[in-house]
């Protein structure tokens, strides 16, 4: 999933970069706001995470000219404010969430997981797929009831697939979803995870459509 941080401490901004593509997040990290806004207004992102006090335009600022393109992205807030004024301001503008300064990786991604559950209208967390069972909240998959061992970008990928299966991604789409626009990739990697994905579900799962991309479904004979 492709993920928008803006944050100008810069420190700040590197770790919670490097954290969220740990847990497989394609994460694109803008330290100005009114390039977070264009970044908003021209890319489709999975959800936000805005800082409040943001160079040229603010998190509140951005967020209320979103909502009034009816722009319905996931935002979550980063603030020191922890007056409540401030946090229902926040909420008013249209943020979906905020996390009160010092931000703690794992309170961050744990209520980004909600705000993508939330957005997905899901009310049951899991996504089954014939034997395939995978688990959003907990970033975690299962095959015929035996956890699957996934590093993080091919547990990104399995995820895309699965929400739409059978559905064709060309490689620069699910590059683009695994990595954001300010990564140098290799120009196999997709490849690499496609063919680890492969091994670790057996024959059958994933299709190549030559021309077009990948798809994911059931292997013949089994249910979807």
Do not use: C, F
């Amino acid at each position: 999933m492709r993920i928008l941080l803006a944050e100008d401490d810069r420190a700040l901004g590197q770790a919670l970069a490097d954290g969220l593509r740990q847990l497989g997040y394609a994460v694109d990290w803008i330290t100005d706001g009114q390039q977070a806004a264009a970044a908003l207004a021209d890319t489709s992102y999975a959800a936000a995470v805005l800082d409040w006090n943001l160079p040229r335009s603010s998190g509140p600022a951005i967020i209320a000219g979103m909502r009034r393109r009816q722009d319905a992205t996931p935002v979550l807030l980063l603030t020191a404010r922890d007056e409540l004024a401030d946090r229902v301001a926040g909420l008013d503008a249209g943020a979906d969430d905020y996390v009160v300064k010092p931000v703690h990786l794992d309170e961050l991604a744990a209520r980004l997981r909600a705000l993508l559950r939330r957005a997905d209208g899901q009310i049951e967390p899991a996504i089954r797929l014939g034997s395939l069972e995978v688990t959003p909240a907990a970033r975690s998959a299962t095959l015929a009831g035996t956890a699957l061992e996934l590093t993080a970008r091919e547990y990104a990928l399995l995820e895309m697939l699965v929400r739409h299966p059978g559905r064709a991604y060309s490689r620069e789409q699910l590059e683009d979803a695994l990595y954001g626009w300010d990564r140098e990739v290799a120009s196999n990697a997709v490849e690499v995870h496609i063919h680890h994905l492969r091994h670790k579900l057996g024959p059958g799962w994933i299709r190549t459509l030559r021309g077009i991309g990948y798809a994911i479904n059931p292997p013949t004979g089994q249910p979807a």
